[in-house]
């Protein structure tokens, strides 16, 4: 993790403009970011939101060659669906938050531009988060493949269903379940879903990912942490309902009974840039409500 890196020239602005806060960002940023000579580009989705723009205008999946920095003003939902997409361009991305939590997105709205223009000179902490995938097998053929930042999980499309599930890794059985379903994590996604269901917190350097089980119908049950290196299979029931694998709560694919879920990480990393007075422990404290020092 670097604190000293290459300025930045070309900045794409993101966001969702949903309030009047992120769109006041937005385009304070704009304005001051292009009167500072720096070339701007607002991704398509959101420069139609704001209506009336001056910078440049491209779509999400062309901002690869034409920007250097990704700035996605919003919640962490929204960091997440740029990540999913941005993390094969290789693209340096920053969070402002203008949600709710903001693990992922930590500058502070009412300092954006004091905080950014440092880390757009070069003065920044970067670090790699990396994705899973998960593709399903349906009589030994790939029928769908999705990613996740966050989380992958496995889960029916009732609610409070049991189901009935085995788990192999690296083709090496552990364990079959009959519970609510399965979530399998990043580092980054331990402070998600995973978190609240007992899930550990992992911290982002860690090359792991865990196995959080839901609801499970036995007290020995417990959330595993492997290598993130590992394939993780999970082999559905034959009598099983019409299940879902979910990808940070957004993507959702159907899985038929008997059907195979391969889960694997991801090769292409998001580049995730921070301040440089950034601390991970700082921000564990601030959001989850942690004591402060006592000597």
């Not at 602005?13 to 385009?27: C, F, P, S, Y």
């Not at 062309?62 to 919003?74: A, H, I, K, R, S």
């Not at 003065?123 to 966050?150: C, P």
């Not at 792991?208 to 595993?224: D, G, K, Q």
Request: hydrophobic content about 40%; proline content about 5%.
């Amino acid at each position: 993790m670097s604190k000293l890196g290459t300025p930045f020239q070309r900045i794409a602005l993101i966001g969702k403009v949903n309030h009047d806060a992120t769109r006041d960002t937005l385009q304070l940023l704009e304005r001051e970011l292009i009167a500072a000579q720096y070339h701007v580009v607002i991704e398509s989705r959101t420069a139609k939101q704001l209506g009336s723009v001056e910078a440049q205008v491209l779509p999400l999946d062309q901002l690869n060659g034409n920007t250097d920095l990704v700035v996605v003003v919003g919640g962490d939902g929204n960091m997440l669906g740029a990540a999913r997409v941005l993390c094969d361009a290789n693209l340096a991305v920053i969070g402002i938050n203008r949600g709710n939590l903001g693990f992922l997105t930590d500058i502070d709205p009412d300092h954006a531009l004091a905080q950014l223009l440092p880390v757009i000179q070069g003065h920044y902490q970067i670090e790699e988060r990396f994705l899973l995938n998960a593709e399903i097998m349906h009589d030994g053929k790939s029928t769908m493949v999705g990613r996740a930042i966050n989380e992958i999980v496995l889960h029916s499309d009732k609610v409070a269903h049991m189901i009935e599930f085995e788990v192999f890794i690296d083709d090496h059985f552990v364990f079959s379940q009959r519970s609510d379903g399965l979530i399998v994590s990043t580092p980054t996604g331990s402070t998600a879903y995973s978190l609240s269901g007992g899930g550990p917190i992992l911290t982002p350097a860690l090359d792991a990912i865990s196995l959080v089980p839901m609801f499970p119908h036995t007290l020995s049950s417990r959330p595993i942490v492997i290598p993130a290196t590992s394939i993780v299979q999970l082999r559905t029931a034959p009598d099983n309902d019409l299940l879902q694998i979910s990808c940070d709560g957004h993507k959702r694919m159907k899985v038929l009974p008997g059907d195979h879920i391969i889960i694997r990480k991801h090769p292409q990393q998001l580049r995730l840039v921070h301040p440089t007075d950034h601390s991970y422990y700082r921000v564990l404290r601030n959001k989850l409500g942690w004591g402060s020092r006592l000597f």
